[in-house]
């Protein structure tokens, strides 16, 4: 889940939530799920600290899969793949 450098994945949609602070990058993702297959990968990319344990935590609750996580230079990038 966790990586360095950059992963091409083809993913349904994508998000940009840079600069947006708790709870709105969980909030707009589970909006965005909502229009997605199951199966299907949503990209994620945010800048609020605190959305790395928001999102394990809203996977784990939800039955979404944390695809993949990483973090260059204070801008987080999350893959999440709908149940």
């Known amino acids: 889940m966790n990586g360095k ?3 091409t994945v083809n993913v349904a949609m994508s998000l940009d939530l840079k600069g947006t602070a ?3 990058p ?3 993702t589970a ?3 909502k229009d997605l297959r199951s199966g299907d990968l949503l990209e994620v ?3 609020d600290a ?3 344990l928001d999102f394990v935590a809203w ?3 939800t039955g979404n899969e944390l695809v993949w996580r990483t973090e ?5 990038r999350f893959i999440v793949r709908k149940k």
Do not use: E
């Open 72 to 76: 260059d230079r204070g801008i987080l």
């Open 31 to 33: 909006r965005a799920m």
């Open 59 to 61: 996977c784990r609750g």
């Open 45 to 47: 990319w945010a800048t």
């Open 5 to 7: 450098g950059t992963q």
């Open 50 to 52: 605190g959305s790395v």
């Open 22 to 24: 708790c709870p709105l």
């Open 26 to 28: 969980i909030v707009k």
